[in-house]
T-cell receptor, first 112, second 114 residues
Framework: DTEVTQTPKHLVMGMTNKKSLKCEQH?????MYWYKQKAKKPPELMFV???????INESVPSRFSPECPNSSLLNLHLHALQPEDSALYLC???????????FGDGTRLSIL | GNSVTQMEGPVTLSEEAFLTINCTYT??????LFWYVQYPGEGLQLLLK?????DKGSNKGFEATYRKETTSFHLEKGSVQVSDSAVYFC?????????????FGKGTKLTVNP
């Protein structure tokens, strides 16, 4: 069982829809991450939050909007996505320094 | 820049065979190194880690030694099982803008046949 919980597990949406992905952890970690993983590829970092503040944005298109309402919760708001955005979206968390990242099982997103 | 190169596979072995997956890295300083495993339909799980030169990480029969002189962190297991079938990612941890991030290799798919 993973200690990082992501919902929903699967999401199908049209290009004009607005939806959100949710990630939750209760390990007291103060760094949280969003990754995008295409099939047969490694995860690609999208965003990093450290102490609820955005610290890294890897030049992600504005149709992806992250939010960290508190230290346990991380959201990814989606709007006007493109078919090429279909992928597995992984959330991870860690202690801020020098500790491994713990991953959730991901949300598999399909854009119609 | 920081990068990780690992053998891409796929690797197919029979049960009880010996496994080696090569991983080399390029980085400034001495980054922490990791092996993550991804089973079908799941996220990544930390398999093992090493934080300094000559450290050996081990877990579930897997081992990897941080070799500074060869900038390598090869994954080994003496006797694989069918349940080890998965994709294995080598990664290093680096710092950007005061935050830590992982740089992954491309992944190696392992299939173990009975």
């Amino acid at each position: 069982d993973t200690e990082v919980t992501q919902t929903p597990k699967h999401l199908v949406m049209g290009m004009t829809n607005k939806k959100s992905l949710k990630c939750e952890q209760h390990m007291g970690h103060r760094a949280m991450y969003w990754y995008k993983q295409k099939a047969k590829k490694p995860p690609e970092l999208m965003f990093v939050y450290s102490y609820e503040k955005l610290s890294i944005n890897e030049s992600v298109p504005s149709r992806f909007s992250p939010e960290c309402p508190n230290s346990s919760l991380l959201n990814l708001h989606l709007h006007a996505l493109q078919p090429e955005d279909s992928a597995l979206y992984l959330c991870a968390s860690s202690q801020v320094e020098r500790q491994p990242q713990h991953f959730g099982d991901g949300t598999r997103l399909s854009i119609l | 820049g920081n990068s990780v190169t690992q053998m891409e596979g796929p690797v197919t072995l029979s049960e009880e065979a010996f496994l080696t997956i090569n991983c080399t890295y390029t980085a400034t300083g001495y980054p922490s190194l990791f092996w993550y495993v991804q089973y079908p339909g799941e996220g990544l799980q930390l398999l093992l880690k090493a934080t300094k030169a000559d450290d050996k990480g081990s877990n579930k029969g897997f081992e990897a030694t941080y070799r500074k002189e060869t900038t390598s962190f090869h994954l080994e297991k003496g006797s694989v099982q069918v349940s080890d079938s998965a994709v294995y990612f080598c990664a290093l941890r680096t710092t950007q803008g005061g935050s830590e991030k992982l740089v992954f290799g491309k992944g190696t798919k392992l299939t173990v046949n009975p």
